[in-house]
């Protein structure tokens, strides 16, 4: 017979006095063997329990703000396709033009403090280089601090009837400055129904700063990897016009890349910024050729515009970017069930030890 064995015919029989009891060798142990493995289990229960009260309220939370809560943006998504071949047809331009016209490249060597092409265009990055690039229309804040307005223009019907459809955004040129790199928008009639931004709004005091991550360049046209790509002619009212854009939507862009410590946020400032020397500068404003067409003009301390012959089409759909807080729940969820589901396989073994 095994110790275990005796143990339990000693206690089931009664042979002890004092059944459970520490003074007797065989009911310490059994005593010693019910701790070891009930304290575990214990642990893990309580450590449950809070998930459990917590699960119900944020689901509570989550319910009660469904008609409040908000995405953090409203905007145009370009198709990943369409993304990943825009972004290298422009990193493709500037290094051309850097190495087409010397003054350019001057001016550009000056402001970053970089001396070769290369060098250059790495001093330009994204904030989330694994993201399609995306124009948008409305900024609504975190909850719940909204900023205004932000609710009743989700509550709109040709923002509902738009989410989730697919529209074509005309990229119609390209600025260049010390702190940004971006492409311009000009907005379709019924895409202006759903831009919802200050395009009056300048540079701040003090610009969103964040950290950025290098993003990789392509700066050969061999090495140029085109995924999805439709180009055409410019509009008549584009071609040749150096204020193509003004007025409502003509803030609209695509930030491509900032310099090190600049938000994205920058890169429509400096549009709003380079729209308005447009307007008042006239023959005065330096023009150069553009090596495919078109021309590049210089507006000085820094700020370059491109105006090239052809527009590009990028496919693109309309909805909303989350801020990424909606696993919450799943995960205290998933953490208790892990907890009850470890304490109970403890106490089952227990049960069946003894």
């Known amino acids: 017979m095994t110790n275990e064995e005796k143990i339990r015919k000693h206690v089931s029989s009664n042979m002890c006095r004092k059944v459970y009891s520490r003074s007797c060798q065989h009911c310490n142990h059994v005593l010693n063997k019910q701790l070891l ?8 229960l309580l450590i449950s329990v809070p998930s459990y009260i917590i699960m119900p309220i944020q689901v509570m939370a989550t319910s009660g703000n469904a008609n409040t809560e908000l ?3 409203f905007g145009w998504f370009v198709e990943t396709d369409y993304s990943s071949s825009f972004l290298n047809r422009s990193w493709k331009l500037l290094a051309d033009t850097l190495q087409e016209i010397p003054d350019f490249l001057k001016d550009v060597q000056n402001f970053t403090q970089q001396t070769y ?45 738009n989410l ?22 000009k907005l379709t009639k019924n895409q202006l ?5 200050n395009d009056t709004e300048g540079n701040p005091t003090h610009s969103e700063l964040k950290a950025k991550t290098s993003i990789p360049l392509i700066t050969d046209s061999h090495n140029l990897r085109v995924y999805k790509e439709n180009s055409t002619d410019q509009d008549p009212d584009v071609m040749g016009n150096f204020q193509p854009t003004s007025g409502n939507g003509s803030k609209a862009h695509l930030t491509l890349g900032c310099s090190p410590g600049v938000g994205a946020v920058t890169t429509g400032y400096d549009l709003v910024d380079l729209i308005r020397l447009e307007g008042i500068n006239g023959s005065e404003v330096k023009t150069y050729d553009l090596p495919n067409g078109g021309w590049l003009r210089n507006y000085g301390d820094g700020q370059w515009v491109f105006y090239p012959t052809k527009q590009f089409l990028l496919e693109s759909t309309f909805h909303g970017y989350e801020s990424g807080t909606a696993g919450t729940c799943q995960l205290a969820a998933s953490f208790s069930i892990l907890c009850l589901s470890c304490a109970f396989a403890i106490l089952t073994m227990f049960k069946q030890e003894l």
């Open 117 to 161: 092409v290369t060098d250059i265009l790495l001093h330009y990055t994204r904030e989330n280089p694994n993201e399609v690039l995306h124009c948008t229309a409305m900024y609504n804040g975190v909850y719940p601090n909204y900023v205004p307005g932000a609710q009743e223009y989700s509550e709109k019907q040709v923002v509902k009837d």
């Open 37 to 44: 493995y009930r304290l575990p289990s214990f642990l893990l």
């Open 71 to 73: 995405p953090l943006y």
């Open 193 to 197: 129904l759903l831009w919802n931004q």
């Open 164 to 185: 989730n459809q697919v529209s074509t955004l005309h990229s119609i040129g390209w600025i260049l400055t010390p702190r940004t790199f971006g492409a311009r928008i």
